[in-house]
């Protein structure tokens, strides 16, 4: 925290927006230690939008939630990932469904203005039934925003050794697609708008944060591991928590991995972005940012891509069609490899 704090003073002063405190753990600091980071960034940077915090349930307690709420975190965001113990057993996770309700009924109580769940699908051994079991528990806790997330198998992780040894215990393509399916119907009769692949609110309670990244916009990272992004430049800092300290401690500079996207590499990454949300790509807007008639430059791509039913297009946009969504990361992959 000494280390973070340290990053966050030396940063030259901007206009900031929203403020997310990420990462999926920030709730294993004490309360006050959460509030006081607050301050620093709002006293750095203004940062008057929404404020996010992610928190693990289990952490989670009602003191925390007052001070929180008090100090103008408006958005809680928790890591539920499923409402099946076996699941929860299955993902290395130690909150129980009982600490899902307190820290939602808690954050009620404390004036919370919006709730988030995270839930993940196709899980090993998730069955159709117990992932729509998932979705009905979230839809009757009464929260404002839910998030799905396909499971994704990281290299280096326990999952990815159990997956090499019996691959057969994870869904299949077509299980997790119908999987997806199921939760985007679920949650749309449930009063729910899609707005991003990924996400879904109830109305005025989209996430404001992450429409940054998703409209290319500029932000900046503090911390182990975090990512910014400003006039083209992408960087990511240090993974590594001892080189992460070490540089803060000397007064040098975060160690980094940095792109600089220029030109049509730079288009093809926001049409990736856009083509997530339910907005799509605006032409007009896109023209005038980037320089580039979107129907023209890349007709190659949306004639096929449209042609498969997987993109929508006329006048004035693209959008993915509901297919389109079912295979987002390849369809919006195309714009970003052409040039």
Request: one cysteine or more; charged letters at 25%.
């Amino acid at each position: 925290m000494n280390a973070l704090r340290a990053e966050i003073e030396r940063e030259p002063a901007f206009e900031g927006g929203t403020i997310f405190l990420g990462g999926g753990t920030p709730n294993t600091y004490d309360a006050k230690t959460i509030v006081s980071l607050i301050e620093l960034l709002r006293a750095r940077f203004g940062c008057s939008g929404e404020t996010t915090i992610e928190v693990n349930p289990e952490l989670v307690t009602f003191e925390a939630l007052q001070e929180y709420a008090r100090a103008g975190i408006d958005r809680l965001s928790i890591g539920v990932q499923s409402f099946a113990d076996a699941e929860i057993a299955t993902l290395g996770r130690r909150h129980t469904v009982a600490d899902v309700r307190a820290a939602v009924e808690g954050a009620r109580r404390a004036g919370t203005r919006s709730i988030s769940l995270d839930l993940i699908f196709a899980i090993p051994g998730q069955t159709r039934e117990a992932w729509r079991a998932s979705l009905d528990t979230a839809v009757a806790l009464g929260v404002d925003h839910l998030s799905l997330y396909g499971l994704t198998i990281e290299a280096g992780t326990p999952f990815a050794a159990w997956h090499a040894r019996d691959p057969a215990v994870f869904t299949g393509d077509a299980l997790e697609a119908d999987l997806y399916e199921l939760g985007i119907d679920t949650l749309q009769r449930a009063g729910f708008e899609q707005y991003e692949v990924s996400n879904f609110a109830r109305p005025g309670h989209r996430c404001a944060h992450n429409a940054t990244y998703w409209r290319n916009e500029p932000y900046r990272g503090f911390g182990v591991g975090a990512a910014s992004f400003r006039e083209g430049l992408r960087w990511t800092q240090t993974r590594d928590f001892e080189r992460y300290c070490d540089a803060l401690e000397r007064g040098t500079a975060v160690p980094r991995e940095a792109e600089r996207l220029t030109g049509a590499a730079r288009a093809g990454e926001a049409v990736m972005l856009a083509l997530r949300t339910a907005e799509g790509v605006q032409f007009s807007e896109f023209a005038q940012r980037y320089g580039i008639d979107f129907r023209a430059f890349y007709r190659p791509i949306w004639t096929k891509l449209a042609a498969a039913g997987f993109l929508e297009v006329n006048e004035t946009s693209a959008r993915l069609t509901k297919p389109g969504l079912m295979l987002a990361n390849d369809v919006c992959g195309e714009f970003v490899t052409f040039a």
